[in-house]
């Protein structure tokens, strides 16, 4: 299989083998596959759970149960902080 690669991310490539963290450019796409599909598996898990908050946030905005601006954003910023713990 043959790829290709914008300048940039073929310079990207280099730089990680050229780093000695890996041995070829084959090994550096594989890594980054293997991320991608980790984070699509994580968004596949996380998918259900953000449908139903959305759900759930719909029915209270219907009923007339708003949050203030400062709170909706606390929250995101606390869920964001979550996400990326995670990750790492």
Known sequence: MNVSLTPELE????????SGR???ASEVVREGLRL???R???FEIRLPELQQKLTT???QA???ELL??????AELEADIQEIEAQQS
């Open 11 to 18: 310079q990207l490539v280099y730089a990680k083998v050229k």
């Open 22 to 24: 890996y041995l070829s």
């Open 36 to 38: 991608l599909e980790e």
């Open 40 to 42: 699509d598996r994580l």
């Open 57 to 59: 946030g719909v029915a």
């Open 62 to 64: 219907d009923q007339g």
């Open 68 to 73: 203030d601006e400062e709170e909706v954003f």
